[in-house]
Nanobody, 120 residues
Framework: QVQLVESGGGLVQAGGSLRLSCAASGRTFIMAWFRQAPGKEREFVAGIRWSTDSTYYTDSVKGRFTISRDNAKNTVYLQMNSLKPEDTAVYYC????????????????WGKGTLVTVSS
C-alpha cells in the first residue's frame, strides 16, 4: 500500500501561482493530479511516468501547469501558473502500479486532497 500526502493548496487571486506537492511512501509506475470542483466529477489534470519522465496534461491546463518529480524525495509537484477561477477545486494526488490510462479508474492510490481556491 502506498500512502500519498498532498500539500500546497490555498487561496490565490486570478493570474497567480501555486505549487502543489505530493509525497509518496513508495514507488509506483505513474503519478497524477486530478481535481474535483463542486458539483462536478473528478477529472484528470496532469500525469507523469517515473521511468521515462514523460508528462501528460488535460487541454485546459496546457501551457499553465507543469508536473515534475523529485526522485530522491519520491515527490511529485504541480506548478500552477496563470490560475483562473475555473481552476478552483480540490486537487488529488493519485498513483498507479501500472499504466491503465489517465482515468479515475486507472489509479490504485489516492491522497486526501488539497483545496485550491482562485478568486476573481
Amino acid at each position: 500500500q502506498v500512502q500519498l500526502v498532498e500539500s500546497g493548496g490555498g487561496l490565490v487571486q486570478a493570474g497567480g501561482s501555486l505549487r502543489l506537492s505530493c509525497a509518496a511512501s513508495g514507488r509506483t509506475f505513474i503519478m497524477a493530479w486530478f481535481r474535483q470542483a463542486p458539483g462536478k466529477e473528478r477529472e484528470f489534470v496532469a500525469g507523469i511516468r517515473w521511468s521515462t519522465d514523460s508528462t501528460y496534461y488535460t487541454d485546459s491546463v496546457k501551457g499553465r501547469f507543469t508536473i515534475s518529480r523529485d526522485n530522491a524525495k519520491n515527490t511529485v509537484y504541480l506548478q500552477m501558473n496563470s490560475l483562473k477561477p475555473e481552476d478552483t477545486a480540490v486537487y488529488y494526488c493519485a498513483a498507479a502500479r501500472t499504466q491503465r490510462g489517465w482515468s479515475v479508474r486507472g489509479m490504485d492510490y489516492w491522497g486526501k486532497g488539497t483545496l485550491v481556491t482562485v478568486s476573481s
